[in-house]
Every structure is written in structure tokens, then in C-alpha cells.
């Protein structure tokens, strides 16, 4: 297999180990032993860090993907680009620390009234973004050197098992509350410390600067591709996580950890993206460097089917079995089972269009992917603003389908606009075939009164008839030659 398949495939299988650890730890621990508030508190936590280190790292994880390329050489210890990194990383950590001290009154009040909860644990989230903004950096640097799934690893499976451990630490009366987030924040440190011994260990890290290699132009360049890198990867950042802080905001922290468990259901459907976007994202700066218009055209299309593909299918298992979700959460989470439904869709909008999103901000045009987060930051903060008054959690779960929806269309128009790729054929059509047949089916199935047993029958018959009729329907020849490859495994026989 080649290395975009391959790593992904690893990759997927990492965060799908992953997101079943946090799947048990977010979706089902925290709403049954944290009151709702604390779930909002861990989920703010988790926001803000994230906003914050992205603000941190000054777009320079933007450069070092588009611009790498240029300094890849082992020989000369890739000309000095980790030493431009860290510098970066240093100087956008302290301007973090500045802005979330300016802050903390705002972010910690609600309608006036100070939030106990916010007040006693705000200042973690400067360990935490520090943890994250060194992981981010390292991860980016170990991506572009063509090995992105120790990153995925340590990321979808490690943390989630450590803050897991947390959780039963709690749960075990070993500590309370106030030791949990302590361990909750401790658990991003071990990530970052690992992948940086493997890269000392692979002989990648060196901290010496090669100022000889920075003429006025590339100097020119990868400030201006940073900037702009800054504010699309803070934007997306930011439209990522805006619906949970204006829930937060708007109605408090009890509704946003309702919401925050209800969304983590439906972004399941984006869990394959996250391995291929990165892998993919290395290979693409490196075809538009080469002008390979060939490879990013074979990327691009097979992208959009295959995530296309494994996305129809997973939002499928998650609206078979969604009267059983609701029997897994609290009843006072009952009003988030159609926030699950609407960020499934919305999620699955940014299945169907693959990777280009990195085609655009891989290329020339790297700016439109900037104006476009920015347009989409702001259709979500309005909608938000006009539908959650109206219909609460459900109204942001609206706003972000549709804003969703919208941006996807507009990118998918420029790429064939700009680029001539479009990748959209009769096999789409074919998927959704299958998928409304398999509902049908699930409809005429039997409920059985035992939720779990129902959820693992259901999904079974679901599971095998989507992919028997899909396999002979040859809708995806990438992923027919891993089912293939996977049997033939099975099936070779073992030296005596």
C-alpha cells in the first residue's frame, strides 16, 4: 500500500481505538458521574486551550506543511527549520499568556455573575495550552518527515487513555474533582514528551539556526504564509469550537457540557478525516511544488469517495441506534438527540468534499481557504446568535449545519473553478442508494428491549448489509482492495 493508504489506515485505526476510549470516558462516564457543570467546565477547558494554542503557534504549523519542502534536507539538518519553529512557538506562547490574563474576567462570567467553577481552574489552561502548542509543533515537524501516525497515535489513543485513567482515579476516590482536572491537565504533557524523545531518537531534532538559508524572499514568504495561516487555522479552530462557548456564554455551563456530549457523538463522523488530512496535506505540498497535477487529482477524487463512503456509513450507525444512545445518557441530556442528528450531517457536508480544503491551502491560492474559514466563523457566530435564543442547543446544532453546508458548496465550486477537479460521479449516487435501503431495513428490524444487545444485533446486520452490497457494487476500489488484502491475510496459510 502506499503511504497516504497505509497511514491512514493506521491512523483510523488509532482514532477509532481512540474514540472509543473517549467515546466511554466523554459520552458515557462524565454525563453519569460529573454533574453537568463539570462537563461544561472540562469541555471550556478544552476550548479555550485549543484556541489559545492555535493563537500560540502564530500559523507557523502552516508554514512548516506548505513550506518544508524547501528546506527538506537531511544532510543539512533541513536548514536550520526547527530552530524558526520553536523561536515562533516561544514568542506566541508568551503573547498567549498575556491575552488569556487580559481575559479571564470576561471568560469566567456569566450575564454578570462570576463562575465559581471558571474562577478556580481558568489558570490551567495555560499548562494546557503549552502541552498542546509543543505536541502540535513536534507532531507537524514528525508529519512533514513523511510519519504522521505516531502523532495520530499519542493524540486519538494515548491522551484519551490518560485522561480515562483520570476519570477512574476519580471514580475510585483516589481523589475528587479538583484531582481530576489536575490529571486531566497533566495528561498532555505525556503526549508532547513522547513524540519529541522519538524524534531525538530518530536523530531529528536539532535546535541550530541556519540564517544562510533565509534570503529576503523565502523571509517574505514564510511570514506572509504564516500570517495567513494564523488566521485560517485559528479561524478553523475557533468555528470548531464557537457553538459550545456561545452555548456557554449565552446559557451557561450546564447546557454547553449537555451540548459538548451530544456533539462528540456526532463528530464520530469525521474521525477518518483526521488521519488522511494529515498524511495527505505533506504529499500535496510536495505535488504542488512538483506542478503534479495528476497526483492531486487522483488525491482529490478518491478523497471525496472514500471519506464520502465510510461517513454515509457511520451516520447511518448512528441514526439506527440513536433511541439507544439516549438510553446510554442521563435523561436531562434527552433534549440533545437531534443535536446528534444535525452535527452528524454537518459533519458529513465536510466528508463529501475530501481534502480540498488542503488542496486550496497547500497552493498558490492559499489565501482563499483563509477568506472562506473567515466567512464561515462568521455565518456560524450569526446563526448561532439568531437560533439559539429561538431553540436553545438544538438552534446552534442548526446553525451549524447550515453554515456547514454552505462553505462546502462555495469550496467545492472554487476548486473546480480554479483547479478543473471534480471529482463527483455515479458512485456518490450509488451510496446514498445503499444507505436508504439499509434504513429501510433498520425499520423493519425488530427492537429489542435490551438497548445493548439491540445496538450490537443492529448494527451487525446494518454493518454487513451496507458493505456486502457496496463490496459488490465495487462503489470504492481503494477500500475493496483493503477488504481483499485483509482476507487474503487471513486466508494465507501459516509456515509449519
Not at 541556519?210 to 488566521?231: C, H, P, Q, W
Not at 454547553?256 to 456533539?263: L, V
Not at 495528476?294 to 441514526?319: A, D
Request: proline share 2%; hydrophobic share 55%; charged share 10%.
Amino acid at each position: 500500500m502506499g503511504v497516504i493508504k497505509r497511514q491512514t489506515l493506521y491512523g483510523s485505526l488509532y482514532s477509532y481505538i481512540g474514540v472509543v476510549i473517549g467515546f466511554v470516558t466523554t459520552g458515557i462516564l462524565f454525563p453519569n458521574y460529573f454533574t453537568s457543570e463539570e462537563v461544561g467546565l472540562v469541555n471550556m477547558l478544552i476550548a479555550y486551550s485549543t484556541i489559545f494554542a492555535q493563537f500560540a503557534s502564530l500559523g507557523f504549523n502552516n508554514a512548516t506543511f506548505r513550506l518544508f519542502p524547501y528546506f527538506r534536507n537531511a544532510d543539512k539538518k533541513h536548514k536550520g527549520f526547527l530552530f524558526l519553529a520553536i523561536f515562533a512557538a516561544i514568542i506566541g506562547f508568551l503573547l498567549s499568556v498575556g491575552i488569556i490574563i487580559i481575559l479571564k474576567p470576561y471568560l469566567t462570567s456569566y450575564h454578570g455573575t462570576m463562575s465559581s467553577l471558571m474562577v478556580s481552574y481558568y489558570i490551567y489552561i495555560v499548562p494546557i495550552v503549552l502541552f498542546v502548542l509543543l505536541f502540535n509543533l513536534f507532531d507537524t515537524y514528525y508529519t512533514v518527515l513523511y510519519n504522521s501516525v505516531i502523532g495520530t497515535f499519542l493524540k486519538e489513543l494515548l491522551l484519551r487513555f490518560l485522561i480515562l485513567l483520570a476519570f477512574l482515579g476519580f471514580f475510585y476516590q483516589l481523589f475528587n474533582f479538583h484531582g481530576f482536572v489536575i490529571g486531566f491537565t497533566l495528561s498532555y504533557f505525556l503526549p508532547f514528551l513522547i513524540i519529541f524523545l522519538f524524534l531525538l531518537r530518530a536523530g531529528q531534532i536539532n535546535f541550530r539556526p541556519r540564517f544562510e538559508f533565509l534570503d529576503k524572499n523565502m523571509v517574505r514568504t514564510l511570514s506572509a504564509v504564516s500570517l495567513f495561516g494564523l488566521i485560517s487555522y485559528s479561524t478553523d479552530i475557533i468555528v470548531f469550537n464557537i457553538d459550545r462557548i456561545m452555548i456557554d456564554r449565552l446559557m451557561g455551563l450546564s447546557d454547553a457540557g449537555i451540548y459538548s456530549t451530544a456533539f462528540l457523538f456526532g463528530a464520530i463522523v469525521m474521525v477518518p478525516s483526521r488521519s488522511l488530512f494529515k498524511i495527505s496535506t505533506t504529499i500535496i505540498a510536495d505535488a504542488w511544488k512538483n506542478n503534479d497535477l495528476k497526483t492531486l487529482r487522483e488525491i482529490y477524487s478518491k478523497s471525496c469517495l472514500n471519506q464520502f463512503f465510510i461517513g454515509v456509513l457511520i451516520f447511518l450507525l448512528i441514526l439506527v441506534n440513536l433511541e439507544n444512545i439516549m438510553h446510554i445518557l442521563p435523561k436531562d441530556y434527552g433534549e440533545g438527540k437531534y443535536v446528534i442528528v444535525l452535527i452528524s450531517l454537518a459533519m458529513l457536508f465536510n466528508m463529501v468534499v475530501g481534502i480540498n480544503g488542503v488542496l486550496i491551502m497547500t497552493s498558490k491560492e492559499y489565501r482563499m481557504n483563509t477568506y472562506l474559514l473567515f466567512l464561515l466563523a462568521i455565518l456560524i457566530f450569526v446563526s448561532n446568535l439568531i437560533f439559539i435564543p429561538q431553540y436553545g442547543i438544538l438552534g446552534s446544532a442548526i446553525a451549524t449545519m447550515i453554515s456547514k453546508l454552505i462553505i462546502n458548496v462555495l469550496r467545492a465550486i472554487y476548486v473546480n473553478w480554479k483547479f478543473g477537479m471534480q471529482p463527483y460521479n455515479y458512485k456518490f449516487g450509488l451510496i446514498l442508494l445503499i444507505f436508504g435501503i439499509s434504513y429501510v431495513v433498520h425499520i423493519l428490524l425488530p427492537v429489542n428491549d435490551n438497548f445493548i444487545l439491540d445496538i450490537i444485533v443492529r448494527s451487525l446486520i446494518i454493518l454487513a448489509l451496507f458493505g456486502i452490497a457496496s463490496f459488490y457494487l465495487k462503489v470504492s476500489e481503494e477500500l475493496n482492495g483493503i477488504v481483499l488484502y485483509i482476507f487474503n491475510l487471513v486466508k494465507k496459510p501459516r509456515k509449519s
